[in-house]
Each structure stands twice: as structure tokens, then as C-alpha cells.
């Protein structure tokens, strides 16, 4: 088995973690990273061992508009900070993931901006997509309607050298993979090429790309990566919860059964860029949530104060992420009661995972399934071992066993919870 396939990731958004100004212009130099420091060994007791962080390099608002791929954002640090963050997780066991952004830059990069003054024949031309004959003179083509993202150009050869050289320098300096942030917006064939000469420097590197919806197992194979994001997965995991519809969860599980055959997915309740689990469902629910992702096959991430409760309603605003983006206390002492319940579910269902190492490859098998209850047998491919996952009350609590008689964890023997 890879590494990978042992690691269970704890995501941060850093410059909400850290407190960070988002919209204000202030990039007052600061080392917030250092915050950091003191949540690895929570990690830790968490029994999670992958550190993976959002956007750390210099950009213009929200770590997405990106204006220097060599430089870590003066608002988390330096160089200084982030050796020290590498050096640190790598002493407890913990690999370090970072967020490329290669899709689009943020529109005042000095390379776009150049661009723009020394015209289309230029060499920093070839690196973005500028529509050359618009009215009113040049203007660059976007990601998704955002005026501030200027899209890379991913047929130049020169976009590919540019950015396998990013991705090559941060895995020198210690990084161990990386996630594509909006992969799907890329041709395949470009992180193909990238990829080519990423492993050839970096063979045990391992690359998420960021996959909505479409064909995951056509991108993996096309692109390279080693795995994508399991939105289908993440949707259909709340959506069953909330509409008490344990159908809809067991059609994508035979989906995902057919994924694992030929990648291992990424698999997640929550992320920076969804309302919180907890607020899509209530927090019992949310913890028959976390024991679905904790005890499927595939490789989970955590997205940082789910394992404590936290709440958060994503909006459709300048400033709606940040509900779900909030600055963390400086460590982990300072984290109020109320999650502890929750922070101990997680603590549990880590614990089985553990103890099963197989369940990353696992695959599923409905035993019964009708309006209030799914039985599913999880279970190994390469060996005998197999636990059965109990949905009852229309999904509202969960009893897992080792067999079909030997109960390992229950929601009705949890200190959380809710008759």
C-alpha cells in the first residue's frame, strides 16, 4: 500500500483559519501561518495525519486570484513560516498538501500585466488567453464570469513549463502533493503533460484534481491524476440525510463501486466551499455523516470544525464563503465544550478506520434497504474482512459492526446523542 492510502486528511483554509483580512487591501506583512504550528498534534489526536491547506501564495483577496506562485502570501508569512509548517508535520507523520491554482490567475499578475503592455507577440503573452480583437482594445478571457481571474492559456507550451516548474519547486521544498483547484475547467491533456514532468522528478507525489461532475474515471485516466473530489458522493451523502431518501444514497454507492475499480476518490462531507454539514443536517445526522465517509472506501478529508459541529450556510455573495471560512482561536485549548461530543465521534469512527485498513479500498453491498433503514455490507476485495453499516430511522442513527452480531460503535451509545 502507497502512503496514500493510510492518509486521512484534516483540511484548512488558511487565510480564514488564521484570521487573515480577506477584502480590506491590507497586506501588511504578518506570519499568521505560525497558527498553524499549534494544530498538529490535534491533528494528531484526531488520528488524522494529512494536512490539507488551501491557497497559501500571494494573492489578491481570497488565495484564488493568485500574483506570485513563488511566494507565500505576506499575509500568512514567508519562506520562514512555511519551512517551518513542513518541517514540523513531517516530525508527527503528517504530509502536507497544497492548492495549485493553474486554471486562471488574479488580473493583476505581473506576468498578465506585462502581457498587456508589450502585446500579443510577447513572451508573457503566450501564457494567457486574451482575446486580442475584442472592442475597446485586449481583454482576457475569465474563469466562470470573474472578471479577476484571468485564465491561463493550456495549449502554449509554455504555460506547461510554467507551471510544472511551480509544482517541481514547492515539492522540493518539502511539499508531498498537491490538488488542482478547478481541474475540471482544464483540458485533460494539459495535466497530462504537466504530470509527465512532475513524476519524473516526483514519483511518490500524489495529485487531487477537482472534479464537480462528468466522467471521473475519463479525467483520471486522460489527465493523470491520482484521484478527483467525490461530489456525487458528498451530495448524495447530506441530501439522503436531510430528505430521509437512503435511495438516492445507495444508486451513488454503486457508483462509486465502479470508481474504486478504477481510481480510489477523494471522498468528503465538507470543504471550504459548501455549507457546513452540520447546517445541511442536523448534528445528529452530521455524525451518521462523518461515519459514512470514515467507513467507505476512499481517501477522506475533514474539513477543519466539522469534527467540533461547526455551523455555516455558504451564500451566494462577495462575502459568502465566509460563514464557512471563519479564523480558528489560536489553538486548540481555546475551542469551546460544545464539540467535544462531536470531536469524540470522530475520534471513534477514526479509531475503526484504523483498524481496518482495507476500508480504503472497500466496496459496498445493500443487504436491506426500504423507507427507514439501510443495511449495507462493507466490504474488502482482496480478503474477508467485511463490517455492516446500519442506517436507521431514515438515516438519523447508524450502528456499525464487525460481522453481522459484534457492534463496534452506535449513534444511540454516543454521548451526542439525540433520542
Known sequence: MKWIDHTIWWQVYPLGFCGAPIRTGDHSPAPRLRRLYNWLDYIIELGANGLLLGPVFESETHGYDTTDHYRIDARL?????????ISRAHERGIKVLLDGVFSHVGYRHPLFQQALVEGRDSAAARLFDIDWEADGGPQPRVFEGHGGLVRLRHDAPETVVFVTDVINHWLDRGADGWRLDAAYSVPPQFWAK???GVREKHPDTWI????????????????GVDSVTQYELWKAIWSSLKDE????????LKRHNKFLE????????????????ASQVDQQKAVVAAALLLLLGGIP????????????VKADTVDGDDAVRPPFPPSPSELLPFGE?????????????RRNPWLVNARVDRLDLDDSQYRMCVYATDSD????????????HVKVYRGEHDLLWSTYSWSGAIA
Open 301 to 312: 478529508s475533514i474539513y477543519a470544525g466539522d469534527e467540533q459541529g461547526f455551523t455555516g
Open 208 to 223: 487531487l484534481g477537482e472534479v464537480i461532475h462528468g466522467d471521473y474515471p475519463a479525467f483520471v485516466s486522460q489527465s
Open 385 to 396: 474482512e467485511f463490517l455492516v453499516l446500519h442506517l436507521e430511522q431514515g438515516g438519523r
Open 77 to 85: 508569512g514567508g519562506d520562514e513560516e512555511f519551512d517551518q509548517l
Open 262 to 277: 478504477t481510481f480510489t476518490p477523494n471522498t468528503f462531507i465538507g470543504n471550504h466551499d459548501v455549507t457546513r454539514i
Open 245 to 252: 431518501n437512503l435511495y438516492e444514497l445507495d444508486w451513488s
Open 341 to 353: 461530543p462531536v470531536f469524540e465521534a470522530y475520534e471513534a469512527l477514526i479509531g475503526i478506520r
Open 194 to 196: 504537466v504530470l509527465a
